[in-house]
């Protein structure tokens, strides 16, 4: 079977997480003197790494200083790593599939724009970690998602080119991620309202059920229904 190397997003394509990256933002915020934001509002911010993720919540609370950035995050990364596992759960069929995709040989790793040692730990608390090989967070390496390099270095250590790799994502960061390093990709839309940016990004397939993943790859690489942006060629 020729080789297939997936690339997986964490937060929002993995496990649920909004739950307690809401607390733990509203608890900064209440610290900080600050009005407390919605789910839909912090879930909004979530892709581009904590910096990004309180920078813009503090906007939205109202907080025109940027100079307390440095102390919401000092605040933050405590606080969350308290609670990280308090309701996050994977997504319903995630676990089962990753070891339908383990027993096939096929590689799994996961790109996330969030700090490494929270990644870590959160999928220790979920045994997510020993289905992937590799795990990249956004303070991994000198760039992240939607720059291609991390996709590129998984790549690169695993020997297996764009063709036949596969960037799965619920956000625009990593479709667009996918697109810069020219592998396939699909989003991952559990609601309804999260398809949009995602065909907006023109991402090769988008699920709405994390067990379609195997099947929706297959159909990729042998060609089945033709893709809505360029086929990925060549090898790194």
């Known amino acids: 079977m020729t080789q297939r190397l997936y690339i997986m997003d964490l937060d929002g394509t993995l496990v649920d997480t909004l739950q307690d990256i809401t607390q733990a ?7 900080m003197r600050l009005s407390s934001l919605p789910p ?3 879930h909004n911010y979530i892709g581009q790494g904590a910096r990004w993720l309180l920078s813009m919540c503090l906007k939205a609370a109202g907080e025109t200083d ?20 308090d309701h996050s759960q994977p997504f319903p069929h995630v676990l089962e599939t990753l070891e339908e995709l383990k027993q096939t040989g096929a590689h799994l790793t996961v790109c996330t724009n969030k700090p490494i040692e929270l990644a870590e730990i959160l999928m220790d608390k979920l045994a997510l970690r020993p289905f992937f090989t590799t795990v990249l967070g956004g303070d991994s390496l000198p760039t992240k998602k939607p720059a291609p390099e991390p996709l590129l270095q998984i790549m690169k250590d695993y020997n297996v080119g764009p063709a036949h790799t596969l960037m799965v994502g619920d ?19 559990y609601r309804e309202e999260d398809k949009a940016p995602l065909q907006a990004e023109r991402a ?3 699920l709405t059920k994390f067990s379609d993943l195997p099947s929706v790859f297959a159909s990729l690489l042998q060609g089945e229904g033709l ?7 060549g090898e790194t």
């Open 204 to 206: 090769h397939r988008i």
């Open 66 to 85: 940027p100079s307390r950035l440095t102390e919401a995050r000092s605040l933050f990364l405590p606080t969350y790593r308290d609670g990280i596992a």
């Open 40 to 42: 839909q509002t912090i």
């Open 25 to 31: 933002v509203n608890r900064v915020l209440e610290t």
């Open 171 to 189: 956000r625009i960061y990593d479709i667009q991620a996918g697109r810069n390093a020219k592998t396939w990709t699909c989003g991952m839309a």
């Open 227 to 233: 893709p809505r942006i360029d086929e990925p060629t």
